[in-house]
């Protein structure tokens, strides 16, 4: 069946990067888009962005243009998310979802991975 | 970018009862709306898509409906698992948003 499985736990400084992974099994890794949504404590959900997995096209929200990085490698079946410039209000559990349908067409998030907690603090 | 308002925040209900949640978007979106369920720490689930389909393992007392600016989610008849936030989320020129929630608790 279709998993993702993302990193641990991250505890990170203000100003610092983090680096969040998404494993994916059970399926054609390159056939479909995945995105990336965040959680603040207690808070509703934020949309991120998505990457193409086959063709490495990405797509962010504007709110964090310029310190969002969305990768992939194919090889590994793994998807990645970077967030640069951190701030105490990225601290978050970050979601890994990957699209519903494959090929060219953007749908929407199932399944999803576990999520990731980070915390930013100093 | 397009916003989208939930009501009620809270809807208090019993078992068996009927839900009727709410999603408004800011602007059109045509049928580009789907509905998550998210149970405390868990991830969110899709539930509905392209406003009115019912995502694989979806129960039947879920359905969705509307188009352009207004939407709904009803749960015919809640069941005890039931009780969680749902959030609605729409789909413009590739890029997404979610409505702030709304939480179906127990009366």
């Known amino acids: 069946q279709v998993q993702l499985v993302q990193s641990g736990a991250e505890v990170t400084k203000p100003g610092a990067s983090v680096k969040v992974s998404c494993k994916a099994s059970?399926?054609?890794?390159?056939?479909?888009?995945m995105t990336w949504v965040r959680q603040a404590p207690g808070q509703g959900l934020e949309w991120m962005g998505w990457i193409s997995a086959y063709s490495g096209h990405t797509k962010y929200a504007e709110s964090l243009q310029g310190r969002v990085t969305m990768t992939t490698d194919a090889s590994t079946s793994t998807a990645y998310l970077e967030l640069r410039s951190l701030r105490s209000d990225d601290t978050a559990v970050y979601y890994c979802?990957?699209?519903?349908?494959?090929?060219?067409?953007?749908?929407?998030?199932?399944?999803w991975g576990q999520g990731t907690l980070v915390t930013v603090s100093s | 970018e397009i916003v989208l308002t939930q009501s009620p925040a809270t809807l208090s209900l019993s078992p068996g009862e009927r839900g009727t949640l709410s999603c408004r978007a800011s602007q059109s979106v045509g049928r580009s709306l789907a509905w998550y369920q998210q149970k405390p720490g868990q991830a969110p689930r899709l539930l509905i898509y392209d406003a009115s389909n019912r995502a694989t393992g979806t129960p039947a007392r879920f359905s969705g409906s509307g188009s352009g600016t207004d939407f709904t989610l009803t749960i015919s008849s809640l069941e005890p698992e039931d009780f969680a936030v749902y959030y609605c989320?729409?789909?413009?020129?590739?890029?997404?948003?979610f409505g702030p929630g709304t939480k179906v608790d127990i009366k």
């Open positions: 059970g399926y054609t890794f390159t056939n479909y888009k």
């Open positions: 979802a990957r699209d519903l349908r494959d090929g060219d067409s953007l749908t929407w998030s199932d399944p």
């Open positions: 989320q729409q789909r413009s020129n590739s890029i997404f948003t």
